[in-house]
């Protein structure tokens, strides 16, 4: 069974670091590419950006290059979505999800990560 | 970057109804579209890709059409927990953007 399991809430100060875990099991983890999605309290669905963990090529939607890094450790199955400094304006849920080619659909998703970043 | 553009943003509709939502890209993505649902507090779940195709698992009410920049999701028959809100994604290129979502709500 295709699996993405995430990491724990986080609650964070304006400023601080945070890496966020995505883990797949349930299929060959290296063949698949790996997108991140961020939705905002009631708010709808954005792209972040993808990684093909078995090369750790790397793209980014135009609107998140720069304020974030998405990386993945294929020994042991894993992506990672990281901020330097974090803002209150992070704040939301982040969605791992397998994309089926470099331009295919998401099929599996993960739980989701809550992000809050408060003073 | 493509936009894309559903309609209605809010449906009322009631069990056993026939609904259709429109998602309109501001260029053509052939037939490069997916559709979604998503519960509160869930992840989205891919409920037809490539236009039509109707992912593994997923009820035969729900159905999706078109190509080029013109796309419906239809449920023939409304059930209870079809209420959500569903989204529309281009994935032309390695570069993916969705809908604003259309909220279907119990009438």
């Known amino acids: 069974e295709v699996q993405l399991v995430q990491s724990g809430a986080e609650v964070k100060k304006p400023g601080e670091s945070l890496k966020i875990s995505c883990k797949g099991s349930?299929?060959?983890?290296?063949?698949?590419?790996i997108g991140w999605v961020r939705q905002m309290p009631g708010k709808g669905l954005e792209w972040m950006g993808i990684?093909?963990?078995?090369?750790?090529?790397?793209r980014y939607s135009p609107s998140f290059q720069g304020q974030v890094t998405i990386s993945a450790d294929k020994s042991i199955s894993t992506a990672y979505l990281q901020w330097s400094s974090l803002k209150a304006s992070d704040t939301a849920m982040y969605y791992c999800?397998?994309?089926?080619?470099?331009?295919?659909?998401?099929?599996?998703w993960g739980q989701g990560t809550l992000v809050t970043v408060s003073s | 970057d493509i936009q894309m553009t559903q309609s209605p943003s809010t449906l009322s509709a009631s069990v056993g109804d026939r609904v259709t939502i429109t998602c309109r890209a501001s260029?053509?993505?052939?037939?490069?579209l997916a559709w979604y649902q998503q519960k509160p507090g869930k992840a989205p779940k891919l409920l037809i890709y490539?236009?039509?195709s109707l992912e593994s698992g997923v009820p035969s009410r729900f159905s999706g059409s078109g190509s080029g920049t013109e796309f419906t999701l239809t449920i023939s028959s409304l059930q209870p927990d079809d209420f959500a809100t569903y989204y529309c994604?281009?994935?032309?290129?390695?570069?993916?953007?969705f809908g604003q979502g259309t909220r279907l709500e119990i009438k």
């Open positions: 260029q053509s993505i052939s037939s490069w």
């Open positions: 990684i093909y963990p078995g090369d750790s090529d790397t």
């Open positions: 994604q281009q994935y032309n290129s390695y570069l993916i953007t």
């Open positions: 349930g299929y060959s983890f290296t063949s698949y590419w």
């Open positions: 490539k236009a039509s």
């Open positions: 999800a397998r994309r089926s080619s470099i331009s295919g659909p998401f099929d599996y």
